[in-house]
């Protein structure tokens, strides 16, 4: 079992910077491939960023590609998005996912392949 508590979110103006964390508890958090996700009013959920269980492989979707980064820290059994250059459309819940194990690419970027999932917390960017 694994818990998920995001942090971080905010409102920032267009272009600014903001760095969500999401802390995981439970012994089997360092053997978890972690997901980014968002969802804006309106629209279905979309996936942002992945990470594998040791950090060694990242993903990122085109719309964020070059802006964000994830990271993650197994020590503190916590995992990082820091964002850049944002924008309106950037304005979401952003929630934080994890499952056990090494997975391909289509894993990490369908919602549903995940196993645990955080709260979200709320990014507002404002023009």
């Known amino acids: 079992q694994v818990q998920l508590v995001e942090s971080g979110g905010g409102l920032v103006q267009a272009g600014g910077s903001l760095r969500l964390s999401c802390a995981g508890s439970?012994?089997?958090?360092?053997?978890?491939?972690m997901g980014w996700f968002r969802q804006a009013p309106g629209k279905e959920r979309e996936f942002v960023a992945g990470?594998?269980?040791?950090?060694?492989?990242?993903y990122y979707s085109d719309s964020v590609k070059g802006r964000f980064i994830v990271s993650r820290d197994n020590g503190k059994n916590t995992v990082y998005l820091q964002m850049n250059s944002l924008g309106p459309e950037d304005t979401a819940v952003y929630s934080c996912?994890?499952?056990?194990?090494?997975?391909?690419?289509?894993?990490?970027?369908?919602?549903?392949?995940?196993?645990?999932w955080g709260q979200g917390t709320q990014v507002t960017v404002s023009s």
């Open positions: 996912a994890a499952a056990p194990g090494a997975a391909t690419l289509s894993f990490y970027t369908s919602g549903r392949s995940y196993v645990y």
């Open positions: 439970g012994r089997t958090f360092s053997n978890c491939r």
């Open positions: 990470i594998s269980s040791s950090g060694g492989r990242t």
